[in-house]
């Protein structure tokens, strides 16, 4: 299993092996489902919007999802043909730089020799794609070897718990283009400019993960520039990594703690309402990206003809709230940023603003592209599990928009809390069973031609995807 595995990372993170890549992109469901092609067609149906997880009881689902990882998926009510959600669980073992091409994945139960010099990590994480599936097949596939690699220059760091030092030391010489030979220390009057900032292990990792998104981003772009494919996904990832959880997130899924009954969030959405003046400041300074058709201004409504020289509220990049000023024409022109809640868009356009992928994306008839406004960096925040003591209820849910959409946190934490608590807790499929009641819940019920939930409003017309994460006993 390793020796492919490692084939397809040094064909796909490596440089230019995305070109050739596509045959391996094809639609699929997650591979820890294992899915029989009957399986997979029944999955498919939107009329009947079958739940699908793992197998209960199987031990094969205890190798495919380790930690016991809950998980369940539906399929849309029709907005689209395939179900553009994608989900990864992996655990991947990395060596430092210039040991091997990139980080081997571990399969469950496979052994992995420890004295090697190296670090493990485990990995879960959603994918929502809009426009087409290869954004979001290809991240699934790809994005934890992305991390990996990135890791390789901070093995020795980590595991010696040494300050990293400016230059990346490898075995091989210094990095960047610098050899050992070439390098002297700093004259006492140099060294006056060359204060160094102290940077914590912690940010390393955040680096690595941030970068890591960079580069899976420009692989899609590479792909899409060589195949033509099209769309773009929201990326959420966790990593666990020497007793921290690092949450990445990028676009509108979301992550949140239930400890001990109590509601942490761990990320936040970014939309056009949550960026939007990050967006306008862009604009503010690029106008050319506009081209002509829109303003980076904001109105509480579409301006009429007729209202030119007349006071209207507006807001731009440096405010937050409103205030009054005099329409001119450029006022008419549309809004970067128009809507509210889940109708607001990007140039009338993109409902999300930070993900993988779109970099065809454009204003429809138009030349004016999207992506300079999207942002491929996740924000990535830390929980340090080794800090707190975890019950046997104590998870993580990780869910795309298709379940909070439509149930608060609070909802979603009372119904995990109901289903772990009427199960045995040594039962390794209670975070399963957890994971199917939220999707159900967030489906709903078929009531003549609609979803409909308990309390009879409507129920998610979206792919959702949920993973459930046991803290106790694994971390
Ligand atoms: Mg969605």
């Known amino acids: 299993m390793i020796s492919r595995v490692k084939a397809v990372v040094s064909q796909l993170v490596g440089g230019s092996g995305a070109a050739d890549s596509s045959p391996q992109l094809e639609y ?136 990293p030092p400016p230059i990346c030391l490898t075995s091989h010489g210094m990095g960047n283009g610098v050899h050992e030979g070439d390098w002297e220390p700093p004259t006492d009057s140099e060294s006056r400019f060359l204060l160094e900032k102290e940077i914590s292990h912690e940010h390393l990792i955040i680096g690595a993960i941030e970068n890591a998104f960079r580069q899976m981003d420009q692989q899609i772009e590479r792909e899409q520039k060589a195949h033509g494919t099209l769309g773009g996904c929201c990326a959420l990832a966790v990593v666990y990594l020497l007793g921290k959880i690092y949450v990445a997130n990028a676009g509108d899924s979301r992550a949140i703690l239930i400890r001990n009954g109590e509601i942490i969030p761990l990320s936040n959405e970014f939309t056009p309402e949550s960026e939007r003046q990050r967006l306008q400041y862009l604009a503010y300074l690029q106008p050319d990206l506009l081209g002509n058709e829109f303003t980076h201004l904001e109105f509480p409504r579409r301006i009429q003809h007729r209202e030119v020289g007349r006071r209207m509220l507006f807001r731009d990049y440096s405010m937050t709230g409103w205030a009054y000023k005099t329409i001119e024409e450029d006022d008419l022109k549309f809004p970067l940023v128009y809507g509210e809640g889940k109708k607001a868009r990007v140039m009338a356009t993109i409902g999300v603003t930070r993900g993988l992928g779109d970099h065809n994306l454009k204003v429809h008839c138009s030349n004016i592209h999207i992506k300079p406004f999207l942002s491929c960096i996740p924000e990535v925040k830390v929980y340090d599990v080794a800090k707190y003591e975890h019950g046997v209820d104590d998870v993580i849910v990780l869910g795309t928009d298709g379940l909070w959409d439509v149930i608060s946190n609070r909802e979603v934490a009372d119904a995990v809390i109901r289903v772990l608590s009427s199960c045995d807790t040594d039962d390794p499929d209670r975070f399963t069973l957890a994971a199917r009641d939220l999707v159900m819940r967030s489906r709903g019920i078929l009531k003549g031609h609609g979803w409909r939930l308990s309390n009879d409003r409507l129920g998610s017309g979206d792919d959702i995807s949920v993973f459930v994460i046991p803290l106790y006993g694994h971390t």
């Not at 031990?59 to 990882?69: G, I, N, Y």
């Not at 998980?71 to 179900?83: H, L, M, Q, R």
């Not at 426009?131 to 097949?137: C, L, M, P, Q």
């Open 28 to 163: 699929c469901r997650p591979v820890f489902l294992q899915l029989s092609p009957e399986e997979r067609e029944r999955a498919a149906d939107h009329s009947c919007r079958n739940i699908v997880s793992p197998g209960l009881g199987s031990s094969r689902r205890r190798l495919l999802l380790p930690w016991d990882t809950g998980y369940a998926e539906v399929i849309n009510a029709g907005k689209s043909v395939f179900n553009e959600d994608q989900a990864a669980r992996e655990i991947v073992w990395v060596e430092r730089r210039n040991n091997r091409a990139a980080g081997e994945v571990v399969k469950g139960g496979e052994n992995v020799d420890k004295e090697r010099h190296g670090l493990e990590f485990h990995y879960w994480a959603l994918f929502d794609g809009h426009a087409g599936t290869a954004a979001a097949v290809m991240a699934a596939r790809l994005l934890h070897l992305h991390i990996s690699e990135q890791l390789q220059d901070l093995v020795d760091i980590l595991q010696d718990g040494e300050v």
